[in-house]
Nanobody, 124 residues
Framework: QVQLVESGGGLVQPGGSLRLSCAAS????????MGWYRQAPGKERELVAR???????KYADSVKGRFTISRDNANNTVYLQMNSLKPEDTAVYYC??????????????????WGQGTQVTVSS
């Protein structure tokens, strides 16, 4: 069983910063892309940022220059540093990962996993 556990959400004032973490655990053979999505009330889940194993990144236009995604491959962890936060960044943030579970290592079959989500609220 593979789990993704997020941490670091909370309430912050506009212009402030937060750092989200997401650790993957369980019987993992390898992890490919990891990322962050968010879902605001009444809106669809949207991509925030993704990062490959080699460190290539992709960002939503709305967060470019303010958010930075990074990962620690040795510890199966992905981070999202969020600076200059705006009220419109308020959402539940979910991490995701494309994982090859240990029981699928022979075929290198990827399985997509989601974390449980962490609330980020930007408000004065």
């Amino acid at each position: 069983q593979v789990q993704l556990v997020e941490s670091g959400g909370g309430l912050v004032q506009p212009g402030g910063s937060l750092r989200l973490s997401c650790a993957a655990s369980g019987s993992i053979f390898s992890i490919n892309d990891m990322g962050w999505y968010r879902q605001a009330p009444g809106k669809e889940r949207e991509l925030v940022a993704r990062i490959t194993t080699s460190g290539s990144t992709k960002y939503a236009d709305s967060v470019k220059g303010r958010f930075t995604i990074s990962r620690d491959n040795a510890n199966n962890t992905v981070y999202l540093q969020m600076n200059s936060l705006k009220p419109e960044d308020t959402a539940v943030y979910y991490c995701d990962a494309d994982v090859v579970p240990a029981f699928l290592y022979r075929t290198a079959t990827h399985v997509h996993y989601w974390g449980q989500g962490t609330q980020v609220t930007v408000s004065s």
